[in-house]
């Protein structure tokens, strides 16, 4: 049976728009390689409908928020690389994926992929 | 409209009403019926769209534009045009090179977009005067830009690689400086650093380079007499009495913020404050009536050093 990913939904007021929204969908996208088969994750503007469900269902507060599993983690502040790692690993769905996320923490942000994982994540399409 | 009551609230002193700053941005290029990616490489375009925005919203002050990739594109950076929305910054040349490595020069007027911004002023600094409309000039602030040149890894290193760190922003402090100027020779009367990321940041992180990096600009805007202002974005709470210490005339924060917070600062450090009209809320979305949204706003900003500006 494959591993359940860890889901993380950022919500945003429009990551084109908005500078601060954009570089907390880079810090996702710009996770590196062996992360990224690990998570799946949404950019969720408030700017529409859906994005607005969202913000209520998982009680947001400020914009932009990184949610992860469901827990509101990085309200207004862009994550260092570490931080987003050890966030992860919290929320790792079994034991062998959290060790494997720890020991990524050197491995630092890949920015070969943005494009297409910001493209994947549904990044200033509404 | 008051152009020089709008100078005067964001210098900080009490007004007979509060004056009225609409960052009209790329709805200038919807109010012209044009799309946005064509309006902003268009001079004539530009400087329709700010005139009839200007007489139809009856501003105090309007923006020559609201983007923060004009000074990312004059340096080469790949840019993404939209046509309903501000153009977005593709690559991050400093994600895995220093300054001198990707060969990245401080802008001139004669780079990138430069030469549009300055012939649509030309064109429409004029017609705003007749109005008596201010016209603003707004750069990119040395956090944001820093990010754009090295992409989100920037927020990692101001902690962990704070040399590599400083040598960026210290370049960045050098193209805020240069655009400051250049808005300047334009005529613009108000001159924002627009730094939205600055409030994504620890407080201590803002001192060390925010502050830090901002100061060479803002005496560069004193020195040519006109008005200094500090844009910032989203929660700014954590960061805001740094902000207010900049030395900066006056600042404006976003529809994240409590007014009343904002204003209490304000007065403490005897600066202007511009906000906070809902705009994704009230503007944008409606879900909030705009114009009772317009009187909170207008209720608790008061007339001392207070302008009502979108959020």
Redesign the interface.
Known sequence: MPEKKIKIDVLT????????C???M??IA?MPPDVQEVIEYKEWS??GNDG?GKFMELKGK???TICIEGDLVF????????ELIDELAKRASSPEMKERLLSLREV??N?DN??ENLQKAGA?QF | MAKQMLIDALRGKKTDTAPWLPYSGVHCAYVINEPADKYLKDPQLLAKGLVETARKYKADGIPLVFDLSVEAEAMGLEIKYWNDNVPSVQSHPLSNKTVDEAGLKVPGPDDGRWPVLFEAAKIAKPQLDELDCALLGLACGPLTLASHLAGVRFFTDVVKQKERAHSVMKFCAQVVEKSVEMYAEMGCEIIAIVDPVASQIKNETFKEFVHAYCQSAIAAIHRLGKTSVFFICGDATKVLESVCQLGTHGFGIDEQMNMNFVRDLALKYKVGFAGNLKLTLALSLGILSPREDAIVSLAAGGTEGFTLAPG
């Open positions: 007021l429009d990551s084109v728009q908005c500078a601060a954009g570089y907390m880079e810090s710009a408030i700017k607005i400020v914009l932009p309200e207004s502040i862009i994550p260092q690389y570490e630092g942000f920015f943005i494009k200033g």
